[in-house]
């Protein structure tokens, strides 16, 4: 038995293409595992503060006193962390917006990678401490960016991911969504048909 964490950000609700392909992969996920445990966070509704110069010292050791401002974004950060860590599925959306994630995502990154919690400087560099888990990618675009030096969102997740110790991980595409009503429509059949493979 697995725990699945679903990660939504997406600001469009029920017309985001990537939340309907999340719901098609946790339904086709609970069909096929029906003893796991699926936990759904829509960071686009529940959402985490813009890191600021405040914020970042509440994730930083020190031993000055937190300002009550300090102290809820350092809790927020140990139960977004404690169930990161509860999890062994990691599933992300990530629709582009503008080239890159959505500022919704990244305010959780942020949130998460905390030194001595998630990962640790060592004398051979940085060691991801979220071993043993698995992660997938459900990215979603208006054109074609696959494989092309306009996918930031490939890259980067797969480095921060990887930073913090998660090395397993699959990508879901589905690209053209801008393109008219026949690009979407295949494009959202060869998605769907990836996510069945791959759960």
Request: negative net charge.
């Amino acid at each position: 038995m697995s725990n699945v964490l679903v990660l939504k950000n997406s600001i469009l609700a029920g017309f985001s293409q990537s939340n309907q392909l999340i719901d098609h992969l946790t339904t086709r996920w609970q069909e096929k595992h029906s003893n796991d445990t699926i936990t759904v966070r829509d960071l686009a509704t529940d959402t985490v503060p813009v890191l600021d110069g405040e914020l970042v010292g509440a994730l930083r050791p020190s031993e000055v006193p937190l300002t009550p401002r300090q102290q809820d974004a350092l809790n927020l950060s140990d139960t977004l962390i404690n169930e990161l860590k509860a999890h062994d599925v990691i599933v992300i959306a990530a629709p582009m917006y503008n080239f890159n994630i959505t500022t919704q995502l990244k305010n959780y990154i942020d949130f998460i990678a905390r030194a001595g919690v998630t990962f640790r400087y060592t004398e051979n560099g940085p060691e991801g401490l979220l071993t043993g888990k698995r992660a997938i990618v459900v990215t979603t675009r208006g054109g074609i960016h696959k494989d092309s030096p306009s996918d930031l969102i490939t890259p980067y997740l797969k480095l921060f991911l990887g930073f913090i110790g998660i090395t397993d991980v699959d990508f879901i595409y589905e690209e053209g969504v801008g393109y008219g009503p026949e690009v979407l429509a295949k494009a959202q059949a060869e998605a769907k048909a990836a996510i069945d493979a791959l759960v």
